[in-house]
């Protein structure tokens, strides 16, 4: 079935993106198709919705972020996993991208921010009646 290869997908980056420190799940609803919710535990703020589906113009399948823009190719959620550790570092993280502050221990280099050392995970946040809409 096409939701489970979807939602096995999303798992896959869920596994991914525990490496990066940030809290992943899927997220099944009844009216909508499966998404990944993803949360920095550090700034709970910062959060992401991500779904899963072929690009309109293929069969290819791609993460997409919530707001209907392509995110990465499903076949490597590690990418996809730098991209969304990138975007839900908070802005004081960023700050040697705006020149304002060095680079942190730990924040990485132009290659984008590394994971962190393993240790207690955050609460998984809760499960959602509703999601973001498929793009």
Do not use: I
Request: include cysteine; proline fraction near 12%; charged fraction near 25%.
């Amino acid at each position: 079935m096409v939701t489970d290869r979807r939602t096995g997908y999303l798992e896959e980056l869920e596994h991914e993106l525990d490496t990066w420190g940030l809290v992943a799940r899927v997220v099944r609803t009844r009216s909508g198709p499966a998404f990944l919710r993803v949360v920095n535990p550090e700034a709970a703020s910062l959060a992401e919705d991500v779904t899963c589906a072929p690009a309109p113009e293929t069969h290819v399948h791609y993460y997409w972020w919530s707001w209907g823009e392509r995110l990465h190719r499903v076949d490597d959620p590690g990418g996809a996993a730098v991209k969304l550790a990138r975007v839900l570092q908070p802005l004081e993280a960023h700050g040697d991208l705006l020149g304002t502050r060095p680079l942190e221990a730990g924040m990485g280099g132009p290659d984008g921010p590394r994971p962190g050392p393993e240790g207690p995970r955050a609460r998984s946040p809760e499960r959602s009646a509703s999601g973001p809409h498929p793009p």
